[in-house]
């Protein structure tokens, strides 16, 4: 049974690009979290899509966008990169009261 | 709104020796409790969950958690650590209101040093 999987491993951008990050969830699973882990800290909750809709947000800002499919795979889109925006992304699927984290995306904005 | 503090952010052990990690939570309701590992360049893996129930929790790898609601902490523990066990170790909290998972808030991390 395959884990949660996150596409591209490592990905650097310059200040004012955009990128998207993928997610496949674990087998099953219907609800999706994305979280930003900045170096040294622990991971700050930024969305989670269930049924194809923003279910909770976190405090970011508009730049930090969504999107979950049919197949309950996921995109995190953010805008405008800034400096700041380096950090490992993970993402964490989930059925029922336990979410399951994906090896995460880190991202690089020079 | 949760908060999640652990107290130590580094914990240096010898091989073979009982270890703690401390995790201390703040909130107005009742909660869902986690400790989850992460060893370097990787994502978390789960160690072990609260629910609800008996107070003792077990998880992988010989961890064991205690859930005290009057403390309000849920505090890791390993009788005998192995150089394997060296990790960043985070605790988390979330809300059990809502029949699917909540988002989890977590604390800023206990480095686990293992050595000789």
């Known amino acids: 049974d395959a884990g949660v999987t996150q596409s591209p491993t490592h990905l650097i951008k310059t200040r004012g690009q955009q990128v998207t990050l993928r997610c496949s969830p674990k087998?099953?699973?219907?609800?999706v979290s994305w979280y930003q882990q900045a170096l040294g800290q622990g991971p700050q909750f930024i969305f989670q899509?269930?049924?194809?809709?923003?279910?909770q947000r976190g405090n970011f800002p508009d730049r930090f966008s969504g999107h979950q499919f049919p197949n309950y795979s996921s995109e995190l889109n953010v805008n405008a990169l800034l400096l700041g925006d380096s950090a490992l992304y993970l993402c964490a699927s989930s059925l029922s009261d336990t979410q399951y984290f994906g090896p995460g995306t880190r991202l690089t904005v020079l | 709104a949760q908060s999640v503090t652990q107290l130590d952010s580094q914990v240096p052990v010898f091989e073979e020796a009982p270890v703690e990690l401390r995790c201390n939570y703040s909130?107005?309701?009742?909660?869902?409790l986690f400790w989850y590992v992460q060893y370097p360049n990787q994502g978390l893996q789960l160690l072990l969950k609260y629910l609800s129930g008996s107070t003792l929790v077990k998880g992988i790898n010989g961890f064991e958690a205690e859930f005290n609601k009057s403390q309000t902490s849920f505090h890791l523990r390993k009788p005998s650590v192995h150089i394997s066990d060296t990790a960043e170790y985070f605790c988390a909290v979330s809300d059990p209101g809502t029949g699917t998972a909540s988002k989890l808030t977590f604390g800023t991390g206990t480095r686990l040093q293992v050595t000789l």
């Open positions: 087998s099953g699973h219907d609800t």
């Open positions: 909130s107005s309701v009742s909660v869902y």
């Open positions: 899509y269930y049924e194809e809709e923003e279910r």
